[in-house]
Nanobody, 119 residues
Framework: QVHLVESGGGLVQAGDSLRLSCAAS????????MGWFRQAPGKERTFVAS????????NYADSVKGRFTISGDYAKNTIYLQMNNMKPEDTAVYYC????????????WGQGTQVTVSL
């Protein structure tokens, strides 16, 4: 079972940048894909971005396209989410998760890291 730990959250102002990290431990980082999700207060958790391990293909929610970039350093068993030009609506708890194979959904959720964007 993989254990995921997110870090890098904090309080920033609109227009600022922040980089989140997700470190994996417990077993070889050999899943199909990794992803970032977020949950704003009173709302459901939603997809933010994903990256496929073998191809490096990335996918983004429309709300973050052009502002966020997901990347992975598999030698360090870590993925990142670079967030630029942040907006108040980006405020949420950010979670990373793994997708073990193409046949299953994302799982093995981390504990989350709070991101707050003020005006």
């Amino acid at each position: 079972q993989v254990h995921l730990v997110e870090s890098g959250g904090g309080l920033v102002q609109a227009g600022d940048s922040l980089r989140l990290s997700c470190a994996a431990s417990g077993r070889t980082f050999s899943n199909y894909a990794m992803g970032w999700f977020r949950q704003a207060p009173g709302k459901e958790r939603t997809f933010v971005a994903s990256i496929t391990r073998n191809s490096g293909r990335t996918n983004y929610a429309d709300s973050v396209k052009g502002r966020f970039t997901i990347s992975g350093d598999y030698a360090k068993n870590t993925i990142y989410l670079q967030m630029n030009n942040m907006k108040p609506e980006d405020t949420a708890v950010y979670y990373c998760a793994e997708r073990k194979t193409i046949l299953v959904d994302f799982g093995s959720w981390g504990q989350g890291t709070q991101v707050t964007v003020s005006l």
